[in-house]
């Protein structure tokens, strides 16, 4: 079995120093690649210095975080901007946060529109982080539908009608991870109802541990945990999972 974590931080501090032996037990336990979502200038360098150590398993993204988005915003993205001579797989990850601030919601509005425009210019996928932002983020989805939208809402945490609603704008994937295996998460029953065809493999590491791990630091090695939790719920065996996920974590990100 292969399997991709379409969302890990490897490279924040909680790992420092640990970093191949995480993705040794990532590769040992069939993850065989890790895509980098970006946050912003503070662990960019990092970010890239790790996935020039581990070229062909560590895929970086680019892109500025919506708890990043402030007054000066522009100014992060033309820091941002100054890596696009790299090899990136996607924008991201952006979106829109209203839990921790509402302070700069236009910003943030704003921050988002320009990177859905800079991945149509670059034919890049974008990764979306939403939280407490649902019906925001449509108004920005419909102010560029037009733009051959494609991507991941990292995280997902919505209904089975949102997710509909999110196909009017382009191919739009989900990210599951641990939260999945939570009791009484509200998405194990939602999963159930999206195609597989649709769904990708995510731990958003160090973060949203799964069970039987919850409450330790998380890691890329515990995908299998998240995968087995979807079989059960969808009625699979964790090969088809696998297959599934990877097939369309390879499409998405042409890694």
Partial sequence: MEFIDTHTHLYEEGFRGEESQAVERALEAGVSKMVFPDI???SRDDMFSLSERFPGTVFPCLGLHPTSVGAGWKKAIEEMEGYMDRKI????ETGM???WSKEFIQEQKDALEYQIVL???KNLPIIIHS??????????LEKCRNLDMRGVFHAFSGSVETFRRLQKYGRWYVGIGGVVTYKNASIAETVKEIPLEYIL??????YLTPVPKRGTRNESSYIPYI???LADLKGLSIEEIASATTSNARQLFNI
């Fill in 40 to 42: 912003d200038s503070t």
């Fill in 89 to 92: 797989v996607a924008i991201g």
């Fill in 97 to 99: 946060d209203c839990y």
């Fill in 119 to 121: 991945a149509h210019r």
């Fill in 131 to 140: 939280r407490d932002a649902t019906g925001l983020i449509f108004d920005v």
């Fill in 201 to 206: 493999l995510e731990t958003d590491s160090p």
């Fill in 227 to 229: 995968a087995r939790k």
